[in-house]
């Protein structure tokens, strides 16, 4: 599976941003999706996901704000992401999560799209 993120860019406090990730590859084995970020020093977190059959899952620091949706014939996941904070500033990693023939699951990630938020 290989993933394109995009979408990220510079915005004021309070605007607004939508990210983009297109998957390619063994799409068909793709169960889940979604968004994780990483600020330098510190770990990447969890952000969002959506699993088939549109379940969703938000960090506690996004719930309210960001919005996750999966256009299923596109094979991308996008994160509508609102009210940004300074502190959502971060490094944007677009995760697929697929299951292989032997039902193992395996974990993949884009390249990463940066978002600044300015205060």
């Known amino acids: 599976v290989q993933l394109q993120a995009s979408g990220g860019g510079l915005v004021q406090a309070g605007g607004s941003l939508r990210l983009s990730c297109s998957a390619s590859g063994s799409v068909l084995s793709i169960d889940k999706m979604g968004w994780y970020r990483q600020t330098p020093g510190k770990l990447r977190e969890f952000v969002a996901t959506i699993a088939n059959g549109s379940s969703t899952n938000y960090a506690d620091f996004v719930k309210g704000r960001f919005t996750i949706s999966r256009d299923y014939a596109k094979n991308t996941v996008y994160l509508q992401m609102n009210s940004l904070k300074p502190e959502d500033t971060a490094v944007y990693y677009c995760?697929?999560?697929?299951?292989?023939?032997?039902?193992?699951?395996?974990?993949?990630y884009g390249q990463g799209t940066q978002v600044t938020v300015s205060s």
């Open positions: 995760n697929a999560e697929a299951i292989n023939r032997y039902n193992q699951r395996n974990g993949y």
